[in-house]
């Protein structure tokens, strides 16, 4: 099936989220994941979790709970803080979501919440494409997001790329659970 008919038949159902997390156009880069090491997968949620929350910041400028969630969850990979106190940061990451109108802006709250919790677990990194890609369909429509999906896709592919070449390069701190791959 198509992309754009799953997105289609997940808006007729009324779905907030419009590509499953088995979804047929993620599926390659679901797998590319998964062979990833964990540290390279944090370096890229991090990374798109940073540009996430910038974005949000120009339209919410008064909320700081999605920079705390990605700074709080940077203190955790990096071992200066346990999981409760990030996990709190998180959820109040999503918290946002809860409060904001923008059906855009709740999926972007959400990727970002996603994009934290890959320093728990790197499966994790797939619910940042999911909502993300949901975000820009929210905002562009159908059909007019199509390229733009497909191309911010490719650029999750890039960056993963990149990661996997440049993690050790990264003078980041890492915790002990962080070092196991």
Not at 126 to 152: N, Q, S, W
Request: charged share 25%.
């Amino acid at each position: 099936m198509d992309w754009i008919n799953e997105v289609q038949n997940r808006l007729k159902r009324k779905n907030q989220i419009l590509f499953a997390q088995d979804s047929e156009f993620l599926a390659d880069l679901s797998i590319l994941i998964g062979e990833q090491n964990h540290r390279t997968m944090v370096l890229w949620a991090f990374e798109f979790a940073d540009e996430t929350v910038r974005k949000l910041f120009e339209r919410y400028p008064n909320e700081n709970r999605l920079e705390s969630a990605v700074l709080t969850s940077k203190a955790w990979a990096a071992g200066k803080v346990k999981m409760p106190v990030a996990q709190r940061a998180i959820l109040q990451a999503h918290a946002v979501a809860k409060e904001i109108d923008s059906l855009e802006d709740i999926a972007l709250c959400h990727a970002i919440g996603q994009a934290c919790g890959v320093v728990h677990a790197k499966g994790h990194a797939i619910g940042f494409p999911i909502y993300d890609l949901t975000a820009i369909i929210r905002h562009y429509g159908i059909p007019e997001c199509k390229g733009v999906v497909e191309e911010r896709k490719q650029q999750y592919v890039e960056r993963i790329y990149y990661w996997r070449e440049h993690y050790k390069d990264n003078p980041y701190e890492w915790a002990d659970f962080m070092m196991t791959d």
